[in-house]
């Protein structure tokens, strides 16, 4: 480790050490973590893992990824929506994802609860990048220690409660700044992490919905 926070790798570049240096947790660091996201699948499909992590690690889900998309219809929230007990039935068999009924339930209710979004705002990404934070509500710098101490923002705060207003379930506001972090309405890989300079370059030119 060259700093508290940052990994070196043997490609010689720092990256935030929380990848560990596993080959498919790297991979996923370098190249999702954190770039602007709009599709409404993705969008739809991080939030339902980031729930389905709690209590959990995010490398197993991230092993699990394919799994879930096989069970839940590639995060199709039409088709998820029309899910009924024979689906929740076969999910809980379903040994390549985790077998937990209140959180598949939830996926079920939140693809109803998407539906309702869409139809509102036009597509979950406008709704979601409504709460992009502003440099006001972001930490002057981002490093291992800030991330930390901050495993919730007062705008997730907001985000989340809002969701639980319209219906949605398990997006507390822990889960939800994960998703934030993941989609990239925020940059928090952290100073050193050769990622950061992208990610920024990369939210700089971006279209937001």
Known sequence: MTERGLLAGEDGRDRCAWHGNLDDYRRYHDAEWGRPVTDDRRLF????????QSGLSWLTILRKREGFRAAF????????????????????????????????????????????????????????????????????RVDWDTLV???????????????????????????????????????????????REEVERERAAFARP
């Open 45 to 52: 499909e991080k939030i339902c893992l980031e729930g389905f």
């Open 73 to 140: 219809a590639g995060f199709d929230f039409d088709r998820v929506a029309a899910f009924g007990e024979e689906d929740v039935a076969r999910c809980l068999a379903d040994p390549g994802i985790v077998r937990h009924r209140g959180k598949i339930v939830s996926t079920i209710n939140n693809a109803r609860r998407a539906c309702e979004l869409r139809d509102e705002f036009g597509s979950l990404a406008r709704y979601f990048w409504r709460y992009e934070p502003g440099p006001e509500d972001r930490p002057a």
């Open 149 to 195: 101490a901050n495993p919730t923002t007062p705008v997730s705060v907001r985000l989340s409660k809002d969701l639980k207003k319209r219906g949605w379930t398990f997006v507390g506001p822990t889960t939800v700044y994960a998703f934030m972090q993941a989609m990239g309405l925020v940059n928090d890989h952290v100073e050193g992490c050769f990622c």
